[in-house]
Nanobody, 118 residues
Framework: QVQLVESGGGLVQPGGSLRLSCTAS????????VTWYRQAPGKQREPIAT?????????NYSDSVKGRFTISRANAMNMVYLQMNSLKPEDTAVYYC??????????WGQGTQVTVSS
């Protein structure tokens, strides 16, 4: 059974940094592109960063996080990371990772809460 577990969230001041982790089990993670999503209170879940399969040489970012967030992967550990710098209050949200196939099956992990506040 596939499981994706997000971790690393927390409370951080504006301008601060966090690194989120996504740990996969039951799946050969390197075979899948992985996307980080976030859902702010009262808003729809939105994709913010995607990394390609294999070594992850191709990445894409939403305009809202481009230049501040970096997605990377560690295939040997079945993990994907999201380094978040220069955090803003509007980055406050629950953050999720997913593959397209799991998303299409309706699967979501529990997410990790990120709160940016002074």
């Amino acid at each position: 059974q596939v499981q994706l577990v997000e971790s690393g969230g927390g409370l951080v001041q504006p301008g601060g940094s966090l690194r989120l982790s996504c740990t996969a089990s039951g799946i050969i993670f390197r075979r899948y592109a992985v996307t980080w999503y976030r859902q702010a209170p009262g808003k729809q879940r939105e994709p913010i960063a995607t990394i390609s399969t294999g070594s992850g040489t191709s990445t894409n970012y939403s305009d809202s996080v481009k230049g501040r967030f970096t997605i990377s992967r560690a295939n040997a550990m079945n993990m994907v990371y999201l380094q978040m710098n220069s955090l803003k209050p509007e980055d406050t949200a629950v953050y999720y990772c997913n593959t397209d196939s799991q998303r299409d099956r309706g699967y979501w992990g529990q997410g990790t809460q990120v709160t940016v506040s002074s």
